[in-house]
């Protein structure tokens, strides 16, 4: 038995460093936030975050690409348990790959398993900082939990990034603080 455990770690932790690092594309995503903070309007902003996506869901190969496409393509079809199978091997195979936890949380998210959803958004935001839509979803997360003052402050870090997100409109400024004897 114990022999059976060791092989089935070994095979799992082979499988997993068989996956290459995922494409470095911090630098074009760089410029692409730049782009959307400048953006002019609406539209010029949606292009410009469909531009992000493409670097977004770029897979470290072929293998995790194909999984990767599997699963959004069930989630698509409202398949959320085999999306979310999908995206469970996505992680296995490419644990360093932010795009298989985002997508693993959105299926979460929309089965409305919030509290399933959050750690792997952390993740997804731990390997990509600059993840915009992990980050949004983090706050989408965070309301669905009730966690209203964490999640204003995840929205805020989203909405520094791109201030055109669609979320957007879910975002309360804090109340200023009135200074003793000031006028507001």
Known sequence: MKL???LLLTAGAAQASECPQAPD????????IAQVQGAENQATAQKISNDMWAFW????D??????LDRGMAKRSSWDLLGAREEFDRLVRYCPEYAEGYNQRAFVNFLRQDFAAALPDLN???ELSPRHVAALSGRALTLIGLGRQAEAQDALAAALELNPWLPERSLYEPPPTKK???EKL
């Open 62 to 67: 072929e293998a995790a690409q194909e999984i």
């Open 57 to 60: 869901a770029d897979a470290p």
């Open 25 to 32: 594309h911090s630098a074009a995503v760089d410029a692409l």
């Open 123 to 125: 993740r997804a935001i």
């Open 4 to 6: 059976l455990v060791i």
């Open 179 to 181: 200074v003793p004897g």
